[in-house]
């Protein structure tokens, strides 16, 4: 007759056994963690400030387009919203910024004869190496860059500086930025140098429409780049 022989095995403790599944469960979601982290919210950060941001790319710095005797920090760069509080660009009468009879490349303060606004951005060339800053559309309206002004220094003072001491309407010139010596002398050409910070002072074209205050506004600037940069900002506001 056979005999079966019941023997005993010592098994896994109930408490060692939960350390080991709860040991398990933090391993694998330290793994998912750390995947998700690296492989979907790294995209998520497209800020031009990111520390991620494209080598070949323009940043937007700052901005000014107030109504300011020292727009972007400089003397005598300033616009006029007296009569309309709007970043003006053309009109029909006295009261409504430029008027038929002024010439649109007078400074705006010039009250008997106005001519257009201007805005200020600062921009920052990520890139080691230079680019050319080919034009800037403001609302989809071109301006290019005023080989006149090219050399001078950037003096708004005056009417009779359109084309020399500022850009004419439709135009932009580009300054060094408030930190740099001899910052109010205008670039001889359209380069800006591997990772410098300028200024550009742009004085709108009469081709646009008149920019209400707070109104948002399309920057697109054209470097040479695979794509140019695009940004907004806002009428009557400063941001640097």
């Known amino acids: 007759m056979n005999k079966i022989i019941f023997g005993t095995r010592r098994a896994v403790s109930e408490t060692i056994a939960t350390m080991l599944l709860l040991a398990i469960t933090v391993a694998g979601a330290v793994v998912v963690s750390s995947f998700v982290s690296d492989g979907f919210f790294s995209g998520l950060d497209q800020s031009p400030s990111s520390v991620e941001a494209s080598a070949d790319s323009i940043q937007l710095t700052g901005y000014d387009t107030r109504d300011s005797d020292t727009l972007i920090n400089v003397v005598n760069l300033d616009n006029n919203f007296v009569n309309e509080p709007k970043l003006c660009a053309k009109g029909n009468d006295l009261l409504e910024c430029t008027n038929a009879l002024a010439d649109i490349n007078n400074i705006p303060r010039d009250l008997a004869n106005p001519g257009t606004d201007f805005i200020a951005l600062q921009l920052r060339n990520m890139s080691p190496n230079s680019v050319f800053l080919q034009n800037i559309q403001v609302n989809n309206i071109l301006h290019a860059w005023d080989i006149g002004t ?18 004419r309407a439709g135009f932009f010139s580009i300054i060094k930025s408030p930190d740099r010596p001899n910052n109010e002398i205008q670039f001889p050409s359209q380069e800006v140098r591997g990772n410098e910070e300028v200024r550009v002072i742009i004085k709108l074209s009469e081709n646009l429409s008149n920019i209400e205050m707070w109104d948002s506004m399309q920057i697109v600037v054209n470097f040479g780049g695979n794509v140019p940069a695009d940004f907004i900002v806002l009428s009557g506001d400063a941001k640097w």
């Open 150 to 167: 090219a050399d001078n220094q950037l003096d708004a003072s005056s009417s009779l500086n359109a084309g020399t001491g500022y850009p």
